[in-house]
């Protein structure tokens, strides 16, 4: 409409200048005032005009989008014919250092409507990334001006690590332990402050296992399966170090949570470590799923504290409260790039740990290193899901 309003204002002034009337004086006023008039009742309109914006979830796996909704409500009785809304997003990775990235779409509006659009937002690394709509401006219906509407949409999303399938064997894993507070989710046991299951009674089954008020209020009784205590006794030691950039750090992280959910999923207790910006050593313990999530989300919240000058082994030796020997059984070591210094002083710092190493850059510079007690295998997460290499 703009590059339509000035050949009009132009042609009005010739047609006053040439034909001097009142026709030609009512239409150059016209075209003078028409600008006041529209530019009022933006202003007018702007009163009546909502924005809102929600993500449908606030985490999503890197490369994967994540979607604002962005609901524009025009409760006017003047129709909108251009809303531009700008929409900002800082991601927060390891290594890159923040960079504010736009997304600018324009809509129009009809009155009395609401109309819904999505803007779709895919993370290259893991991390978070804050998204806000920064600015929201609607345009009068020549297009000559445009004047601001409230903006105030701030939201902080996770975008996690990818999660792919890894086939393992996981029988001889679990190493049963009367003092522990976690207890298997895939076994019964003798412990009797925690109940495994509920089933019907079995010929030989102990009367102190008979849960009486159930049985109450069944034609049978109901017996009660007590849990298994269960150490955590399997270590996933995330190694940063030498990692470049976050590609890097993301190949690593996508390895120690595949490998983590399968374990959680068949209920096998385990921690995941890293150094962090402290030189030391940063454990979440899990055993179940909903665990898993927390550990997850938790590490890419603050994903900025990973520490990639330190290597793992010599973070660890520092932390007074942190051991391998007397604690881990197995060990499962995660890095992008290992060689045959990095994997002996691995192997003396887990000691009788049963140990293996993942590299995730898939580069073999250990053909130096021959030792039967050390397990390395050269695969990025993708790879682990392809075949059964890891035997837990």
Request: hydrophobic letters at 45%; aromatic letters at 10%; one cysteine or more.
């Amino acid at each position: 409409m703009k590059y339509l309003y000035f050949p009009m204002l132009f042609f009005s002034v010739c047609f006053f200048v040439m034909y001097k009337g009142d026709l030609s004086f009512i239409l150059l006023v016209f075209m003078a005032v028409l600008p006041i008039v529209t530019f009022i009742l933006l202003c007018i309109t702007s009163l009546f005009v909502r924005v809102n914006a929600h993500f449908e979830q606030m985490t999503t796996s890197r490369e994967s989008s994540a979607v604002l909704k962005v609901t524009i409500q025009n409760r006017s009785l003047i129709p909108i014919t251009s809303c531009i809304v700008e929409v900002m997003y800082t991601p927060s990775v390891l290594f890159d250092a923040p960079v504010k990235r736009k997304f600018k779409f324009s809509a129009a509006v009809g009155a009395k409507t609401t109309e819904n659009f999505a803007v779709n937002i895919t993370p290259a690394h893991c991390g978070t990334i804050d998204v806000k709509v920064s600015k929201i401006r609607i345009r009068d219906i020549l297009g000559l001006c445009s004047i601001p509407v409230k903006a105030g949409f701030g939201e902080k999303i996770l975008s996690l690590p990818v999660i792919f399938p890894v086939q393992a064997s996981v029988e001889n894993n679990p190493v049963f332990s009367a003092e522990s507070n976690t207890f298997s989710q895939v076994k019964a046991g003798d412990d009797p402050s925690e109940i495994f299951a509920l089933r019907e009674y079995r010929e030989g089954d102990s009367n102190n296992r008979i849960h009486w008020k159930l049985s109450s209020r069944s034609d049978t009784f109901i017996v009660k399966e007590l849990s298994l205590p269960v150490g955590c006794n399997t270590l996933i030691a995330a190694d940063f170090y030498g990692c470049k950039n976050a590609s890097e750090a993301d190949r690593i992280l996508d390895a120690v949570f595949s490998v983590s959910n399968f374990l959680a999923e068949y209920g096998t207790a385990h921690s995941i470590a890293y150094a962090d910006t402290s030189f030391g050593i940063k454990k979440y313990k899990i055993s179940n799923s909903d665990e898993f999530y927390v550990a997850e989300s938790a590490l890419c919240s603050s994903i900025k504290e990973i520490a990639s000058g330190i290597p793992f082994v010599q973070a660890a030796a520092s932390d007074n409260s942190f051991a391998v020997k007397g604690t881990f059984s197995r060990v499962i070591a995660i890095a992008d790039y290992v060689d045959a210094v990095r994997a002996e002083m691995l192997e003396d710092f887990c000691g009788d740990a049963r140990l293996t190493i993942i590299c995730t850059g898939n580069l073999d510079t250990t053909q130096d290193y021959d030792d039967n007690r050390v397990e390395i295998i050269y695969a990025d997460a993708e790879t682990l899901s392809n075949r059964e290499l890891l035997i837990i």
